[in-house]
């Protein structure tokens, strides 16, 4: 019986030999095996040893799946039993112990998040080739995708096309193309080991700066004109012209647009500007399409308008060596040049010079013109011209004349007075009416034969008659002819006795009158050319 018993047990163990690995749920359903000796109560059974544990356990970890076949029938040992065949089924009852296997059920998943789209997108720190794109941050976003579309030859905007992805809120664009548009679409994403989430798209569309006006410059000007020009920007749309003008103490006041023109032009003229005004200009090429509109940098230039001629020049006095001249003062002028027969002779800050050391009788052209000193530099203005006349030295054809004579000018209208054979005063006069006939003073070399003071003056000549008291009078002709003062007239010299002249007498202003009178002696030389 007993060694019946043991071979029975080899058996088992044998068949066993044939499974070496069972899953946790086929071991769970086998029950344990009693192994019986004549030492061993037959009605115990036997505990699984602790190696039999551990290498259940490291099956259970390293497969995931079942065996696809049930292990073969055994026998078992009904304890009141003395029969030596092996139990016929295995034991349907569950182990006591839980099994060591984690739970196969899955864990509860989180639920999916989707991230709020990007607010207020912008863009800033524009170039010509560059600028900043940034956004808000999105809740939740975990990355940026970022898709653009950039304008072509033709100023359409193609289809987008996927640009790049960015963790951050920004991207920073270069190498881009001067006034051209970008478009962009930002979508943010979150993403987790299990999903992916979007929002929904923003959008946005930019436009790099305008290239600055290259070569603008003042190509012309004149006393009040301005004509600048410069390098077609082929990008631009438009330009604006800008202008600051000179206040009188010097200083500029702010820009302000004067002028808006196409894309296409590339000069411009400015106009009614002040002679000898300092400008200063800016240009700016603008681009527009649809709402957007880019302004490029403003380039500027400053310059000044020609400085106007001097107006009313005239000479003033002139003698046999000299000549005065005068002028009008010129606005912004800081002194004026004077040639004479083009030759710079004399720069001055006053507005008349006398020219000496001249040749009597003898013409001399005068040119005049005004000087502005302006960034280290002399910028003059246009000539004002006068052509004089030294009076002729008539004595000096008279051999030995000397002592005290005086010489008159027809053409000049002028009286010099010289005393002690030197130059000592000079007026201008009213002669005879017209150029010929018998009201024009007598020319050539005459004396005084009278010297009163008063006198009375009556005669009458052509319907006209005549009948006056004057103050001072110097006879020098027998047809009465003379030097005398003629306190009713108001002007002296020019042209005044070609239309509106004596009855031949040489009328003279008061007070260089009554110098010639305390000078003259009856005999006194008295030469009319």
């Not at 047990?9 to 000796?37: E, G, I, R």
């Not at 005084?448 to 009948?467: F, I, Q």
Request: aromatic fraction near 10%; proline fraction near 5%.
């Amino acid at each position: 019986m007993k060694l019946k018993y043991i071979s029975l047990v080899l058996a088992v163990v044998m068949l066993l030999s044939l499974f070496p690995v069972v899953t946790a749920s086929a071991a769970a359903k086998s029950a344990p095996v009693a192994v019986m000796s004549d030492s061993v109560d037959p009605t115990e059974a036997t505990e699984p040893t602790t190696e039999a544990i551990e290498e259940t356990t490291d099956a259970t970890v390293e497969t995931t799946e079942a065996p696809t076949e049930e292990p073969t029938e055994t026998s078992t040992v009904d304890p009141t039993d003395n029969s030596t065949e092996a139990p016929t089924e295995a034991s349907t009852e569950d182990p006591t112990e839980a099994p060591t296997e984690e739970p196969s059920e899955a864990p509860t998943e989180e639920p999916e998040i989707t991230p709020e789209p990007v607010s207020n997108i912008r863009a800033g720190l524009f170039t010509t080739t560059s600028f900043t794109l940034k956004w808000d941050k999105s809740a939740n976003a975990t990355e940026y995708k970022i898709f653009r579309s950039v304008e072509d030859k033709s100023e359409a905007m193609p289809e987008y096309s996927e640009y790049k992805t960015v963790t951050e809120n920004y991207i920073n664009e270069s190498g881009l193309k001067q006034a051209s548009r970008y478009a962009y679409t930002v979508i943010a994403i979150r993403k987790t080991d299990s999903y992916e989430t979007k929002s929904s798209p923003v959008s946005v569309t930019v436009m790099t700066k305008p290239e600055a006006v290259k070569n603008f410059k003042v190509a012309e000007k004149t006393t009040t004109t301005f004509k600048l020009t410069w390098k077609k920007n082929t990008a631009a749309s438009n330009y604006l012209i800008y202008r600051s003008a000179e206040k009188k103490n010097g200083s500029f006041p702010k820009f302000s647009e004067i002028k808006k023109l196409a894309g296409s032009k590339q000069t411009f003229t400015d106009k009614k500007l002040t002679p000898g005004r300092i400008y200063k200009y800016k240009i700016v090429a603008v681009r527009s399409k649809g709402s957007l509109l880019t302004k490029s940098e403003k380039p500027g230039v400053k310059a000044m308008t020609k400085l106007a001629a001097p107006k009313k020049i005239v000479e003033k006095d002139a003698t046999y060596s000299s000549i005065k001249i005068a002028w009008s003062k010129v606005k912004f002028a800081d002194k004026y040049e004077i040639y004479r027969d083009k030759k710079l002779i004399k720069t001055v800050k006053t507005t008349q010079y006398t020219d000496k050391k001249l040749k009597d009788g003898t013409k001399y052209k005068y040119s005049v013109r005004a000087i502005r000193r302006y960034n280290k530099k002399n910028f003059s203005g246009e000539f004002a011209r006068l052509v004089c006349e030294t009076n002729v030295r008539v004595y000096s054809v008279a051999k030995g004349l000397k002592g005290t004579w005086v010489e008159i000018s027809i053409a000049k209208q002028t009286l010099n007075l010289f005393v002690d054979s030197k130059f000592y005063l000079s007026t201008p006069v009213v002669t005879g009416t017209g150029y010929s006939g018998p009201l024009v003073t007598s020319k050539g070399y005459h004396k005084v034969l009278s010297k009163s003071s008063p006198a009375r003056l009556a005669g009458s000549y052509g319907g006209s008659t005549w009948d006056v008291t004057v103050n001072y009078w110097l006879g020098f002709t027998g047809n009465g002819q003379g030097i005398h003062d003629s306190t009713w007239r108001s002007s002296y010299g020019g042209t005044i006795y070609v239309y509106n002249g004596s009855h031949g007498c040489v009328n003279t202003p008061l007070g260089a009158m009554a110098t010639i009178y305390s000078k003259a002696y009856i005999g006194m030389p008295v030469i009319v050319y």
